[in-house]
């Protein structure tokens, strides 16, 4: 793998519309962004991915875009756009933003054009069929649910294709019009400085066609969106195309939003010569879904989280380097997901961020996660705002659940837990706005904020810190960036161990996943305790004996 300049950073996931207000209408701006920044560089943060503030209807939460070139008023102007890739510059970060090109708004003015002529040019910029009778071409399912056909406004014997929101019509990626004008759109936006995107549900821009059913997984008569990627090929001479034309001319860092890639076509992905820089490792996000809906998924216990992540590392090996999160805008909070259910303790929290940015790869940390923001508790599916939330409530209500039950069972894995605001402090609205924010704030604000945790020196936000400024160590970095990741007591129950080694050195990450001490036997001497969520650590001759949810990073001999 060949060295690149992102490889010692570390990346910063923003939700505008829930980090920081600055003009008290309840939704977080580019202003607010910009007045957080030298917080974020405290913190260690390089790299910034908005995201997106793109003109936009808010059907999806701004990835249904109506315009591609200009900020929604909510989040500022393109004045301010300039000034925070400018300010960024200053302080030696790099701004991201997301990119949606899978689909558009349907009240942006290509589909409109369509709706006013399907037959003319715009037509063809999306998937517009007959629909005599209502009878639709196949039998996907949208990932929001429903069928992903829908009447073209104006014509009801045609329909058009959404994969996602029905305001969300699908590009048509086959025609190589509509592929020039992303390709503008892209190197106008790489012209005025990112230094690159995230790449939203890319993996669905290749369509399998001619249309076609395939079998059903539910009462609906629909199959999952998941199936129809199975049978989609040639996505390459898209992707190889749009890196050829935009990223490599401006050495772009790009991190793509990839589901049910095949093991071997890794390198073409993320290797030296990939699509993209890096993909972000969604192993123990899927882990124990149903076809089902939400409700049928099966929870992820301690010892599933560290099968999930051995069997990514050792997937991608040394091809190129993943993009590791704990959460993101699209998942639940991660300490409420991957710690069990009555065990979210601050030592908890910060063994779960020890074992996953000591991992290989390129640490994402998404808003809040520093403080160790937890899930919300809905008292009513009435408080929650997410559409793919509100949709699997009705799943698991056909399914037969009760209110309470069907309730509970979106409640864990909904995405509204990670959109609510930033917790700053403990003043009104977590500190977030002096106004009404557009989603409550959870309402353990005044326990779990910044600014109690700030100068806390065994706060998870100071630990955070601590954590990530390894990366940047001249003793460590080398290791902790590059080095081999070996894993270790994989049989011992609730624990979570590896090695990172290099030639340089060998560094121990150890965990115990159990509220009870575990006593192991280490094969290495411990040379140095170069990180340690608990004051001490209990060694005896070749053993150590962790506590609850203890972690530990040890510098060790190399003889293991």
Avoid at 4 to 13: E, L, N
Avoid at 31 to 40: A, R, S, T
Avoid at 161 to 170: E, G, I, N, R, V
Wanted: aromatic share 12%; hydrophobic share 35%; net charge negative.
């Amino acid at each position: 793998m060949e060295k690149q300049w992102w490889h010692t950073k570390t990346a910063y996931q923003i939700y505008p519309k829930s980090f920081c207000d600055t003009n008290g209408d309840g939704i977080g701006d580019l202003p607010g962004i910009i007045d957080k920044l030298d917080y974020l560089k405290d913190l260690g943060i390089d790299i910034l991915w908005l995201s997106p503030i793109y003109c936009s209807p808010l059907a999806d939460q701004g990835y249904d875009i109506s315009d591609y070139y200009n900020i929604d008023p909510r989040f500022g102007t393109m004045e301010d756009m300039d000034r925070l890739i400018a300010e960024a510059k200053k302080r030696d970060m790099y701004i991201l933003m997301d990119l949606v090109v899978n689909h558009c708004s349907d009240e942006h003015a290509w589909f409109r054009k369509a709706c006013e002529d399907p037959e003319g040019e715009y037509g063809k910029y999306f998937y517009i069929e007959d629909c005599p009778d209502g009878k639709r071409p196949c039998n996907w399912r949208s990932y929001f649910g429903g069928s992903v056909w829908e009447p073209l406004p104006g014509h009801q014997d045609k329909c058009y294709l959404h994969m996602f929101h029905k305001k969300q019509p699908d590009l048509n990626w086959e025609n190589p019009k509509l592929r020039e004008e992303i390709y503008t759109m892209i190197n106008w936006w790489l012209d005025k400085g990112l230094a690159g995107f995230r790449i939203d549900a890319i993996i669905n821009i290749k369509k399998p066609l001619p249309w076609q059913d395939y079998p059903a997984d539910r009462a609906d008569g629909l199959c999952s969106a998941g199936e129809v990627l199975k049978h989609a090929d040639g996505i390459g001479a898209f992707l190889s195309e749009m890196r050829d034309r935009c990223f490599l001319p401006h050495g772009a860092f790009t991190v793509g939003e990839v589901f049910n890639e095949k093991p071997e076509e890794l390198p073409d992905f993320i290797g030296d010569h990939g699509y993209f820089s890096s993909m972000f490792d969604f192993n123990e996000t899927i882990f124990g879904g149903s076809g089902n809906g939400w409700y049928d998924q099966t929870p992820i216990t301690p010892n599933d989280y560290r099968s999930c992540c051995f069997a990514s590392q050792k997937k991608v090996g040394d091809i190129g380097m993943l993009s590791n999160i704990i959460e993101n805008h699209d998942e639940p909070r991660g300490v409420s997901r991957y710690i069990p259910e009555g065990e979210c303790s601050i030592p908890a929290k910060k063994l779960l961020a020890t074992m996953n940015i000591m991992l290989r790869g390129l640490p994402f940390i998404y808003q809040g996660q520093e403080i160790g923001m937890e899930n919300v508790e809905f008292q009513s599916i009435r408080e929650v705002n997410d559409i793919s939330t509100l949709d699997e409530y009705q799943v698991a209500r056909k399914a037969g659940l009760t209110p309470d039950a069907a309730l509970k069972a979106v409640n864990r894995l909904s995405r509204d837990n990670a959109r609510t605001p930033f917790q700053w402090d403990a003043s009104a609205n977590a500190g977030f706005t002096d106004g009404t924010p557009w989603l409550p704030v959870n309402r353990n604000y005044t326990r779990i904020n910044l600014a109690s945790q700030k100068n806390d020196p065994d706060s998870v936000y100071q630990y955070y810190r601590r954590l990530l400024a390894l990366r940047k160590d001249p003793r460590y970095a080398e290791t902790v960036v590059y080095g081999d990741l070996v894993p270790v007591f994989e049989d011992q129950d609730r624990v979570m161990a590896y090695y990172r080694t290099s030639a340089a050195q060998t560094l121990l990450v150890i965990g115990n996943y159990k509220t009870e001490p575990q006593t192991l036997t280490l094969s290495s001497k411990i040379r140095k305790v170069v990180l340690n969520n608990l004051p001490q650590l209990k060694t005896e001759g070749d053993t150590i004996t962790l506590e609850g949810y203890q972690a530990v990073i040890l510098d060790v001999s190399s003889d293991s």
